[in-house]
């Protein structure tokens, strides 16, 4: 018996392993191969050349305030060289690249994934989303990449992502979508797709592939204190580079959207009355006579909850939607104004174009004389009155849109004549509820901002900044 059963024992054993073996040679086994091979025809690698090697400083540049953002792409041969990615959009020989790596060049190459080369020509580029297009003149029909729905992704989906890391070539590496919608102070269009593919400086321009091979985003930054990448990097979504794109390919520039108000953000915390029945939105702090706005009926102090029945999360969300709007089409807002909830029907009109302002010369660090920690803001007098000195950057002010040089009027409801005013006021309301109501003139236009008094301890950079919130 005792034979027998070490016997049968044996036999499961036996019929297990070989179970085992036959299901190891069955299963299928995953791999990105297919994958890459029908997209490696789409991607490009792109070197933009600079003849004075002084120009790659300012010429060649990645902005961003926050010192752990990094850009993709590689300088090279001291500083002549930049060298990037891209990918091809369309079967006449546009390619869609960043703008940093080839701003200011004197000569852009594109060489295929075949190895072919070819000079391109900037058919225009867009600098608040970083995005460029380039053409080759290719003698025959280009395979191009198809433009994906990047709001279909969702936190966890595997991505793809191509690049040209370290000069060494085109350079394929995986990873999932990390999280969406990130905002990395880059400007106001933020709207990235965060990944921990593997990506290199090199890569700048480079195309992130679903697993359907369709492009959901151009890799922009990576977030590293060395360089190196770490696993957290950031692609501008597809569907903010169709508009971008399109633009580009059919006038050479973009031309966004614009209604004609400033806006700033609308602390959830702060009520404007006791029957505030939200919370969120975007508070107008002025609006452009003559504009669509003001024309709709539009006022300073409105807050806007709702675009075309959609809930606004923040400015940055406004903006983008307002922006990527046709020309001439009429939108619905939603705004809180005197109590209670309205609708306007606003038109669209062509954004202006304006020659960007110089920006104002600000303090390396704050005097203690007329400043206030827990807005992060500071005043003096002027020829004109009671005048902002400086704003903290982050700070409560700043996101407000109070910017360097505006003019106070009065503190709630008090009018000012002196910095001692001021600061009395301030000081009064901070010994009450805290809630603050500034009335000032920024760019010859009287608006009114709502504060409310924060602890210092949220102030996290001494930096001081001139902030403004640009026209929508």
């Known amino acids: 018996m005792k034979k027998f059963l070490i016997l049968y024992i044996a036999l499961l054993l036996s019929s297990a392993a070989q179970a085992q073996t036959i299901e190891n040679e069955t299963m299928p086994k995953f791999s990105f191969a297919p994958l890459i091979e029908k997209v490696s025809p789409f991607v490009v690698n792109v070197s933009a050349e600079r003849q004075d090697a002084e120009k790659t400083s300012s010429s060649a540049e990645f902005v961003t305030d926050n010192p752990a953002l990094?850009?993709?792409?590689?300088?090279?041969?001291?500083?002549?060289?930049?060298?990037?990615?891209?990918?091809?959009?369309?079967?006449?020989?546009?390619?869609?690249?960043?703008?940093?790596?080839?701003?200011?060049?004197?000569?852009?190459?594109?060489?295929?994934?075949?190895g072919q080369k070819f000079e391109a020509q900037i058919i225009g580029y867009d600098e608040p989303t970083d995005i460029a297009v380039l053409k080759i003149n290719y003698p025959e029909a280009l395979t191009f990449a198809d433009l994906g729905d990047s709001d279909e992704l969702k936190i966890g989906d595997l991505i793809l992502t191509a690049g040209n890391p370290f000069g060494l070539g085109t350079s394929f590496s995986s990873g999932i979508v990390s999280a969406k919608s990130r905002d990395i102070d880059m400007g106001i269009y933020d709207n990235f797709i965060q990944t921990d593919a593997a990506i290199n400086q090199g890569s700048s321009g480079g195309p992130m592939f679903d697993m359907n091979g369709k492009v959901v985003g151009i890799n922009t930054a990576l977030f590293s204190s060395t360089g190196d990448s770490v696993g957290v990097g950031f692609a501008t979504p597809s569907n903010l580079i169709k508009f971008i794109i399109s633009n580009l390919m059919e006038k050479g520039k973009v031309e966004r959207s614009w209604i004609g108000v400033k806006i700033a953000s609308q602390d959830e915390t702060l009520e404007i009355s006791e029957n505030q029945t939200f919370s969120g939105g975007v508070l107008i702090t002025s609006v452009t006579p003559d504009s669509p706005a003001q024309k709709s009926g539009l006022e300073a102090g409105d807050i806007i909850t709702a675009l075309n029945g959609r809930d606004v999360k923040d400015v940055k969300d406004f903006s983008r939607r307002i922006a990527e709007m046709s020309i001439g089409r009429d939108v619905i807002l939603r705004l809180w104004r005197s109590g209670q909830l309205k609708d306007f029907s606003v038109q669209t009109a062509l954004r202006p174009e304006v020659e960007e302002a110089a920006k104002p010369v600000v303090n390396?660090?704050?005097?203690?004389?007329?400043?206030?920690?827990?807005?992060?803001?500071?005043?003096?007098?002027?020829?004109?009155?009671?005048?902002?000195?400086?704003?903290?950057?982050?700070?409560?002010?700043?996101?407000?849109?109070?910017?360097?040089?505006?003019?106070?009027?009065?503190?709630?409801?008090?009018?000012?004549?002196?910095?001692?005013?001021?600061?009395?006021?301030?000081?009064?309301?901070?010994?009450?509820?805290?809630?603050?109501?500034?009335?000032?003139?920024?760019?010859?236009?009287?608006?009114?901002?709502?504060?409310?008094?924060?602890?210092?301890?949220?102030?996290?950079d001494n930096t001081p900044v001139a902030t403004e919130v640009e026209p929508q």
Do not use: C
Request: glycine share 10%.
């Open 70 to 114: 990094r850009d993709y792409f590689l300088i090279d041969d001291g500083g002549k060289t930049s060298l990037g990615s891209g990918f091809i959009v369309d079967t006449k020989g546009y390619i869609v690249t960043d703008w940093h790596i080839i701003k200011g060049s004197d000569k852009i190459n594109v060489i295929l994934h075949d």
């Open 364 to 460: 390396t660090e704050f005097s203690e004389d007329g400043y206030i920690p827990n807005l992060g803001i500071a005043f003096n007098m002027s020829e004109e009155g009671v005048a902002v000195r400086d704003v903290l950057r982050g700070s409560p002010a700043a996101e407000r849109g109070i910017k360097k040089g505006d003019l106070i009027k009065s503190v709630n409801s008090h009018p000012v004549a002196t910095v001692s005013d001021v600061l009395s006021y301030i000081s009064y309301a901070s010994s009450g509820d805290g809630n603050l109501q500034i009335e000032l003139i920024s760019n010859e236009e009287e608006h009114t901002v709502n504060l409310e008094i924060k602890s210092v301890e949220t102030a996290e």
